[in-house]
């Protein structure tokens, strides 16, 4: 199995098809960019990797990034930066929310998110809108992995995951999932929920296939959980 | 972030012996015996390492290299250095490559952040002039 062997070579797949296999891939890359593959990405990987006929495991889904060669990732940046604007800003916006499934943006992330928002003529102004949209902060510089100080901070492995589906959300993360503060309002929490929901609401990326779809649906539920916990703590139902 | 490996004139391949001989008198023994001597951490800067060099290959193919990005400034080093006039062509021999493969057929979107081809442009202007000047006479 390869990623997009055959359906990136862009000649016999449809549009359609190539279009999603393009954003499949790249956000493949990005999230397995990183080196630590978690849960929610092998799990989108499982769903959407075209032959994939088991468990994908993080060795097997970081093998199959590397298979990819240079010219399906320029091919794939070719066929997505064809795009409508609207469509490629989406892209970002789900690419950012992939890099920040484990709440922190590795070194390596943050570089391909940049590269994305260069090679899909959004620019660096935007990539730091979008992701201050998103995230509810603004893009940190990446640090220097050629400095002995950058890893003895932690570097880029040691992050502090998300929690997985089987772990309550606690409220102090559920308020970075929501990009509020801690002493955030009623009003505040139903305003960046709507907001939030408009992002990821799956009208807006079903254009770009099934890859980007998951990535949306898997954020939207991470969303609707941290709504949840946040509304029940000023609510005065929280533990 | 710097290119240790081609600052020492080394290949990420390197044996711990090659580097620590390398480095000696490079003016990098700092930052090479916190990050590549050290095991872990020379784990996490290669595959950075891997990933910087696929962008700037990548960089260079979408010609997005030649104007002073924020890429550029910051990761010199990984910006291949191959001028495209001198290398037309990708090279299998160039990192982080596989190739050669063939020219995309797609076409790349018009937009001013990949430049004008201004020498064509002023060609076309001036024969546009001359007819027109010949026209009117």
């Not at chain 1, 930066?81 to 609207?86: A, F, H, N, P």
């Not at chain 1, 789900?94 to 940049?114: C, P, Q």
């Not at chain 1, 955030?184 to 929920?193: F, G, M």
């Not at chain 2, 990420?12 to 008198?25: G, H, M, R, V, Y």
Request: contains cysteine; negative net charge; glycine residues 8%.
């Amino acid at each position: 199995m390869s990623i997009g062997t055959s359906k990136l070579q862009g000649t016999r797949g449809d549009h359609k098809d190539q279009l999603a296999n393009a954003v499949k891939l790249l956000l493949l890359w990005l999230a397995a960019s990183d080196g630590d593959v978690d849960e929610s990405e092998i799990e989108f990987a499982d769903e959407h990797l075209p032959e994939a006929e088991e468990s994908v495991s993080a060795e097997k889904l970081l093998g199959e990034i590397r298979a990819a060669d240079l010219f399906r990732l320029e091919m794939a940046l070719r066929v997505l930066g064809k795009e409508s604007r609207e469509l490629r800003a989406s892209f970002l916006d789900m690419a950012v929310a992939m890099s920040m499934a484990d709440r922190e943006i590795a070194f390596t992330e943050n570089h391909l998110l940049r590269f994305y928002a260069d090679a899909l003529f959004l620019g660096q102004d935007m990539l730091r809108a979008r992701f201050r949209s998103v995230t509810g902060r603004d893009l940190p510089e990446p640090g220097d992995p050629g400095q002995a100080g950058f890893w003895d901070q932690g570097g880029q492995a040691t992050r502090k995951r998300m929690p997985t589906s089987e772990e309550s959300m606690r409220l102090a993360q559920a308020h970075t999932l929501l990009a509020l503060s801690a002493d955030t309002t009623l009003s505040e929490l139903e305003q960046k929920y709507g907001e939030l929901k408009k992002i990821f609401e799956s009208e807006r990326v079903a254009a770009m296939g099934p890859a980007a779809e998951r990535v949306a649906a898997h954020r939207l539920e991470r969303i609707e959980e941290a709504y949840l916990v946040v509304l029940a703590e000023l609510s005065g139902g929280g533990s | 972030m710097k290119d240790l490996y081609a600052r020492l004139g080394l290949e990420p391949e390197a044996t711990l012996e090659q580097i620590e001989a390398a480095a000696k008198d490079s003016g990098h023994s700092e930052s090479v015996a916190g990050v590549l001597l050290v095991p872990d951490h020379r784990a996490g800067y290669d595959h950075c390492h891997a990933t910087l060099t696929a962008i700037g290959n990548l960089r260079k193919r979408l010609k997005l290299d030649d104007e002073p990005t924020w890429f550029t400034q910051e990761c010199r080093d990984f910006v291949p250095r191959k001028k495209r006039a001198e290398a037309p062509e990708a090279s299998a021999s160039e990192p982080g490559e596989r190739g050669p493969f063939p020219e995309p057929e797609l076409s790349e979107e018009p937009s001013a952040d990949r430049g004008l081809n201004w020498p064509v442009i002023a060609v076309i202007v001036i024969g546009v002039a001359l007819a027109a000047w010949a026209v009117l006479r």
